[in-house]
T-cell receptor
Framework: AQSVTQPDIHITVSEGASLELRCNYS??????LFWYVQSPGQGLQLLLKYFSGDTLVQGIKGFEAEFKRSQSSFNLRKPSVHWSDAAEYFCAVGPLGSGNTGKLIFGQGTTLQVKP | KAGVTQTPRYLIKTRGQQVTLSCSPISGHRSVSWYQQTPGQGLQFLFE???????NKGNFPGRFSGRQFSNSRSEMNVSTLELGDSALYLC?????????????FGQGTRLTVV
């Protein structure tokens, strides 16, 4: 069955420190890959996406993610975390092909806390 | 450009009642998907609509239904509410179906069943 695993439920980093959030997926083929962020009481905002091509993807707010096919991973990184980055982060996969539906499968999320 | 609008933002219902949630997609977007978010189950896909047709449905009981109108606005309905239906219901709109197109999410409707 298709699944997405975010091994870290909660992560705390100091402001200015680097960040890496892990994401592993189980899928028949390389799916479309996404990272979303959710602030309290808000909907989801897309940080970045990978469809094909360069395996290092740049997103908004200084985030980047690297797709590693051999590890079925799509980890999210940021070189220097800001207090405003505190939120919940979701990794998601979607089926291949524009003819397919837009159904996204989400991981359980990682809550990021930023220490001053 | 207005974003995805979900109404109402908050709702309290009693067990056994039914509820209708509304989603207005971004202008020009014709595909609408619904998700349920709970602390225990996380984000789960409910259904997807395009051109007034349901294209995909998640693993939810028949009490959960939806529809899409000709102006792409969508509603979802939950009948015979149960305590476990308490959740944040998120709507996402995109230009077209398929996950190779960006989905924009609304702020959600927080449903509490008492």
């Amino acid at each position: 069955a298709q699944s997405v695993t975010q091994p870290d439920i909660h992560i705390t980093v100091s402001e200015g420190a680097s960040l890496e959030l892990r994401c592993n997926y189980s899928y028949g083929a390389t799916p479309y890959l996404f990272w979303y962020v959710q602030s309290p009481g808000q909907g989801l905002q897309l940080l970045l996406k990978y469809f094909s091509g360069d395996t290092l993807v740049q997103g908004i707010k200084g985030f980047e993610a690297e797709f590693k096919r051999s590890q079925s991973s799509f980890n999210l990184r940021k070189p220097s975390v800001h207090w405003s980055d505190a939120a919940e982060y979701f990794c998601a996969v979607g089926p291949l092909g524009s003819g397919n539906t837009g159904k996204l499968i989400f991981g359980q999320g990682t809550t990021l806390q930023v220490k001053p | 450009k207005a974003g995805v609008t979900q109404t109402p933002r908050y709702l309290i219902k009693t067990r056994g009642q039914q509820v209708t949630l509304s989603c207005s997609p971004i202008s020009g977007h014709r595909s609408v998907s619904w998700y349920q978010q709970t602390p225990g189950q996380g984000l789960q896909f409910l259904f997807e609509y395009f051109s007034e047709t349901q294209r995909n449905k998640g693993n939810f009981p028949g009490r959960f239904s939806g529809r899409q109108f000709s102006n792409s606005r969508s509603e979802m309905n939950v009948s015979t509410l149960e305590l476990g239906d308490s959740a944040l219901y998120l709507c996402a709109s995109s230009l077209r179906p398929g996950s190779n197109t960006e989905a924009f999410f609304g702020q959600g409707t927080r449903l509490t069943v008492v």
